[in-house]
Every structure is written in structure tokens, then in C-alpha cells.
């Protein structure tokens, strides 16, 4: 049997069954290539590169479910270890590869094995950023981003325990979310003038910090960290105006950045991630670069971006797959996201950026509402809370492109399901 890596421009290389997929990152991404080649009936070797202890798992979990203690640690993994032995697949854990070799189709581990390739998938994911202060390198001050993160910060969950989270994005929140339901004694310290800054408007920005307050949070925005004191563990966080908050432990939540360096050191074009095409295709035609590390087109956006989500994780790990078996591209779908914080279920599709008309659909007061985000009519994102009629139908009518007036969408008397059937 034969397998190709097709470029969709009519460019052809050959690819044996006899031959070696390498990936490079065993997170969800990689996770999903791999199984995603085996469906596609690759049959050639195929090595799961990662430099993490762990079969590959979920990350949400990690500031939700297990962070509280209601999830065991098996229920993370995507598959057991037994899986990847009868799918034959190499995974080569606490493994990091340190370079690519791209004139000769290999990358070189640490331990300084060399393994070649015809084709490679690059997924290797994000880093948190890290904290550019004195004292961050305190004992109990924390990143969220591995399980290893998350086990370092699960004995101190109990309550009484003081705990400070620096950045209130999603995780940040969510992990405040946490904590307040286990009895800790929470502060949130954001840089900008309301939570979740970043990634939504200023509507939603106000739901989640009353939320927080309501709970018992103590949130502060507009505020800047200078620094963490402690003797070998954290004692405080103290901010540009000297006021010195105490902490028995501390989580720094303020965003992550794209794993490129092996991109970035063999060559390939970077910007905000490793470039590639809708196939996720690097400028090198045997090499795919897939989930957080990639900066991919947003077919429907008309324009390049970075995404960190599992379905674009999911999406594009399948999207390497079919490219390099040949088979029909799978369809793209609008970006898609969620957040669980106490019992609020939020869903967002699509994405908000340059709206120019904001709707809110039901009551916040009722816990139960969504937000919708036009650009000249057109239907650009949604932020659903506890709505997943709105949600879903949401999904479809960005993926089509669809006009709505503001005041259909307001107007609560027609379910979501009608307003989507009509506009469609
Ligand atoms: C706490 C938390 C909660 C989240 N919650 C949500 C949520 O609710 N919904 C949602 O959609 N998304 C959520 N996300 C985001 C989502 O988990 C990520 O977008 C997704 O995991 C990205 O997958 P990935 O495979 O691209 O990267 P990763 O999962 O980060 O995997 C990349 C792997 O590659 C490894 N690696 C990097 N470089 C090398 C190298 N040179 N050699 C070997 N290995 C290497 C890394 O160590 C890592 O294990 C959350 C993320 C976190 C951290």
C-alpha cells in the first residue's frame, strides 16, 4: 500500500507504508494526529514525541474537575497505554527534541538519538509566560499548565488556605472559581480594568467579576505586581503601591506563548506561531504544524490567527492527518471554546474581535443569557451562558455567514432554533 503527503497545489511526495511520521509534542494535538493517521490506515512507523512524564491528557480538567478533587487522574489520559502499543506507535515520553535537521529529514533528541522522517507534525503547544518578577521562583508559586502544575497546587486546596492569582483570564478565573467552592481565601490581581480583558467584552467582563465578588473573591484590577517575598516559600504578593497582600500560595495565570523554537532555529516562517496553510502545512512541505504552537487562516474570518482551544487542537491534528493520507479535507468550524466556572456554563463560538453591534439575549440577573457580536450585520461570535440552544445554533450561522437584526436575537419570545431556521 502507498500513502502520499498531497500538497494541494498538485505537488506530490511519495510516502511508503514502510515509512516514519514523526510528531513532536504528545499533547492534544498530537494526540488526535496520531490516532487520526492510524483511522486514516497509515500503516508506516509512527513515533509520539513529548518531553512531559504523562501519557498524553486533557488540559481543562486541570483548572475544573481535577483541580477539585472530582476527577481521578486515569480519566484524563485520551488513551491507555495499552492503545498506543496495539496501534504500534513509538511513544517516546520525557523526550524532548532539541532540533530539527531539515535537509536531512531528522530531529535530534536530547539524549542526542536521531530519528528521521518523511513526514513530521510539530505540536508542541504553549508555555505559560512567566512571571517577570522577584521572587517567582518562590516555593508554592505556581503555573497552570501541566498536570505536573496541578499536583504541586492540589495539597494546598483546602480551606483557610490564602491563595493569589496573578491575571484574570479564563484559567485564572476558573481555578478562582475552584478554590472559593473548596473554602481557600481567594484575591484576583489583574493588570487591566476588568477581568477577562482579553478574550471578551466588557459585558461579559462585568457578569463574571460581580459573579466572583458575589462568591466571595477578592478581585482587584488595575493593579500591578511588583514583586513576591517569602523565605523559601511565598509569604506575599506586594503591588506598586506598597500595599502587601499575604499568600500561602500563589497562581500566575497571565497567558501563555507558542512553543516555534524548533520551527523558528530550522527556518520555517513564524509569526505568532509556526505559519501554515489551511492543511497546516509549513512552508516545508513534509513538515505540519498543528494546535497551539500553529498560526493558522481562519477560513472564516478572512485572515491568519492563533488559537488555543482544544477544538482547534482537535481540528487541525486531523487536518495534518488527511493531508498527509491524501484524503478530502475535513470541513473547518467556526472556533469554539468553553469555560466552567461555579454553575456557569459558558460556550463561546466564533470570534468577537472588531464587532461593531453587541446584543444580549435573555437576563444575566436569571444566570442565563447570551451575548452576540456583529460586524455589519453579520454574525461574528457569541458568548452563551447556560444557553446552549444559543450556542449551537450560533455555531451554524457563523459558519454560513449569516445577517441578523439586533432585534431578532433579543427578542426571547422565538426560541434560537426559529431565528437560526429563518436566517438560514
Ligand atoms: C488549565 C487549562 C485549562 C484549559 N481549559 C480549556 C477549556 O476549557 N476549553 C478549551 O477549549 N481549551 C482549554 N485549554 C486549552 C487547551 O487545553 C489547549 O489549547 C490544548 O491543550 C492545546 O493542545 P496542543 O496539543 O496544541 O498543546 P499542548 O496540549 O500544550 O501539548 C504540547 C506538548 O508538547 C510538548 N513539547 C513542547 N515542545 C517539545 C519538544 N521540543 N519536545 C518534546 N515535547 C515538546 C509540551 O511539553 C506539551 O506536552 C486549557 C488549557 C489549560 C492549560
New binding site residues.
Given amino acids: 500500500m502507498r500513502h502520499e503527503i498531497r500538497n494541494r497545489k498538485e505537488h506530490i511526495v511519495d510516502l511508503s507504508a514502510s515509512e516514519r511520521i514523526v510528531i513532536?509534542?504528545?499533547?492534544?494535538?498530537?494526540a488526535q494526529a496520531c490516532a487520526s493517521l492510524r483511522q486514516y490506515g497509515f500503516a508506516g512507523d509512527l513515533a509520539l514525541?513529548?518531553?512531559?512524564p504523562e501519557l498524553p491528557y486533557q488540559?481543562?480538567p486541570?483548572?475544573k474537575a481535577y483541580m477539585k478533587g472530582e476527577l481521578a487522574k486515569e480519566r484524563l489520559y485520551f488513551k491507555p497505554m495499552d492503545w498506543y502499543r496495539a496501534q504500534s506507535v513509538d511513544l517516546k515520553l520525557e523526550?524532548?527534541?532539541n532540533a530539527l535537521d531539515r535537509s536531512a529529514c531528522r530531529v535530534l533528541l536530547e539524549n542526542e538519538e536521531t530519528l528521521s522522517y518523511d513526514a513530521l507534525i510539530l505540536?508542541?503547544?504553549?508555555r505559560p509566560r512567566t512571571l517577570p518578577l522577584a521572587g517567582a521562583g518562590l516555593a508554592n508559586v505556581f503555573d497552570?499548565?501541566t498536570l505536573g502544575d496541578v499536583e504541586g497546587v492540589r495539597p494546598h486546596m483546602r480551606a483557610g488556605c490564602r491563595l493569589v492569582i496573578i491575571g484574570a483570564g479564563?484559567?485564572g478565573l476558573e481555578a478562582a472559581a475552584v478554590a472559593r467552592q473548596l473554602g481557600l481565601k481567594v484575591t484576583v490581581l489583574e493588570m487591566a480594568d476588568r477581568v477577562l480583558a482579553r478574550v471578551t467584552s466588557p459585558v461579559m467582563s462585568a457578569f463574571y467579576e460581580a459573579e466572583h465578588l458575589r462568591q466571595g473573591v477578592d478581585i482587584r484590577t488595575s493593579v500591578r505586581v511588583t514583586g513576591l517575598t517569602g523565605g523559601s516559600s511565598v509569604q506575599s504578593v506586594v503591588l506598586d503601591d506598597g500595599t502587601e497582600i499575604p499568600a500561602d500560595v500563589v497562581l500566575a495565570g497571565i497567558g501563555i506563548v507558542p512553543?516555534v523554537e524548533?520551527a523558528e532555529a530550522s527556518g520555517l516562517g513564524c509569526s505568532n506561531g509556526v505559519l501554515v496553510d489551511r492543511d497546516t502545512r509549513t512552508q516545508d512541505e513534509r513538515i505540519f504544524a498543528?494546535?497551539?504552537?500553529a498560526c493558522r487562516p481562519l477560513v472564516h474570518y478572512g485572515r491568519r490567527g492563533r488559537l488555543?482551544?482544544?477544538?482547534?487542537?482537535i481540528e487541525q491534528g486531523k487536518l495534518a492527518a488527511a493531508a498527509i493520507m491524501g484524503k478530502p479535507r475535513p470541513v473547518e468550524d467556526c472556533p469554539w471554546?468553553?469555560?466552567d466556572q461555579y454553575d456557569l456554563k459558558l460556550q463561546i463560538a466564533g470570534l468577537s474581535e472588531g464587532y461593531d453591534t453587541l446584543v444580549v439575549r435573555g437576563d444575566p440577573g436569571e444566570r442565563k443569557f447570551a451575548v452576540f457580536y456583529l460586524k455589519a450585520g453579520r454574525l461574528l461570535a457569541v458568548d452563551a451562558v447556560n444557553s446552549a440552544p444559543e450556542f449551537l445554533a450560533s455555531k451554524k450561522l457563523i459558519v454560513s455567514g449569516a445577517s441578523l437584526a439586533p432585534d431578532t436575537l433579543r427578542d426571547t419570545t422565538q426560541s434560537m432554533k426559529e431565528i437560526a431556521a429563518a436566517a438560514a
Fill in positions: 513532536v509534542g504528545a499533547g492534544q494535538a498530537a514525541i513529548g518531553e512531559e488540559r481543562p486541570l483548572s523526550t524532548r527534541v505540536a508542541t503547544g504553549s497552570l499548565r479564563y484559567i512553543n524548533l498543528v494546535g497551539d504552537c488555543e482551544s482544544v477544538h482547534n487542537a471554546f468553553w469555560s
